[in-house]
T-cell receptor, first 113, second 114 residues
Framework: EAQVTQNPRYLITVTGKKLTVTCSQN?????MSWYRQDPGLGLRQIYY???????DKGDVPEGYKVSRKEKRNFPLILESPSPNQTSLYFC????????????FGPGTRLTVT | GDSVTQMEGPVTLSEEAFLTINCTYT??????LFWYVQYPGEGLQLLLK?????DKGSNKGFEATYRKETTSFHLEKGSVQVSDSAVYFC?????????????FGKGTSLLVTP
C-alpha cells in the first residue's frame, strides 16, 4: 500500500530535550515536505526537499532541522524544542517538483512543556 | 505573496443539503488550485484540483471551477452526507525561487447531521 508514515504519532516532551520525528514514504517520491498545523493558521511549510541531499527552508524553518540522506526518509529534528513548537506536524511527499499532488502522513501531535 | 482565503467555519448542514465553501486566491502568475480534505484524526487527502482557468475539478460528488475573473475556486456538493463531515482546505501551488509548496487556507470545518 502506497503511504507516508510518521513516528511517533503523539509525543509529549520538555523544553530543550532534542527530538526527532521520522517520516518515510514507499512511493519513490522525489519531493518531501514538512508542515505544521496550528488553529486559525492552517498549514505552514517548515522545510522541503527536492531530492536526496537537497533541502531548503519553507515559511517557518526557525527551530527545526531536516536531513535527506535516503530518498524514502525525511526526518524532522528539533534540537532544543520550545513550547511555541507545540503543534500538529505533517509530512508530505509528491512524485517530483512538477507533480502538485501531495500525499500526507497521518500527523504527529507534539506537546512541549 | 500568494495566498488563499476561505470562509470560516464551522459549517453545519443537515444531510442532503447543498454545500458551498467559498475560496478566493491572490497570486502572481497562474497557480494550480486544490481542495484537500482532512477527516478526523487523519492527514490531508487531495479531493480535487484544477490546473488552469475554467477547469472544473470533481471527485466524490464535489466540484470546483477555477474562475480567473473572480479569482475563486468555490467547493460545491449537491447533497452532503454525514460521512462528508471533515475539515476542507483550499490551496494553491507556489513555484518560485523561494520555494515549492502548497499555500493553504485556514480550513473550513463541516459537520453534517442526520
Amino acid at each position: 500500500e502506497a503511504q507516508v508514515t510518521q513516528n511517533p504519532r503523539y509525543l509529549i516532551t520538555v523544553t530543550g530535550k532534542k527530538l526527532t520525528v521520522t517520516c518515510s514514504q514507499n512511493m519513490n517520491h522525489e519531493y518531501m515536505s514538512w508542515y505544521r498545523q496550528d488553529p486559525g493558521l492552517g498549514l505552514r511549510q517548515i522545510y522541503y526537499s527536492m531530492n536526496v541531499e537537497v533541502t531548503d527552508k519553507g515559511d517557518v524553518p526557525e527551530g527545526y532541522k531536516v536531513s535527506r540522506k535516503e530518498k524514502r526518509n525525511f526526518p524532522l529534528i528539533l534540537e532544543s524544542p520550545s513550547p511555541n513548537q507545540t503543534s500538529l506536524y505533517f509530512c508530505a511527499s509528491s512524485l517530483d517538483r512538477d507533480s502538485y499532488e501531495q500525499y500526507f502522513g497521518p500527523g504527529t501531535r507534539l506537546t512541549v512543556t | 505573496g500568494d495566498s488563499v482565503t476561505q470562509m470560516e467555519g464551522p459549517v453545519t448542514l443537515s444531510e442532503e443539503a447543498f454545500l458551498t465553501i467559498n475560496c478566493t486566491y491572490t497570486a502572481t502568475g497562474y497557480p494550480s488550485l486544490f481542495w484537500y480534505v482532512q477527516y478526523p484524526g487523519e492527514g490531508l487527502q487531495l479531493l480535487l484540483k484544477a490546473t488552469k482557468a475554467d477547469d472544473k475539478g470533481s471527485n466524490k460528488g464535489f466540484e470546483a471551477t477555477y474562475r480567473k475573473e473572480t479569482t475563486s475556486f468555490h467547493l460545491e456538493k449537491g447533497s452532503v452526507q454525514v460521512s462528508d463531515s471533515a475539515v476542507y482546505f483550499c490551496a494553491l501551488s507556489r513555484n518560485s525561487n523561494s520555494g515549492y509548496a502548497l499555500n493553504f487556507g485556514k480550513g473550513t470545518s463541516l459537520l453534517v447531521t442526520p
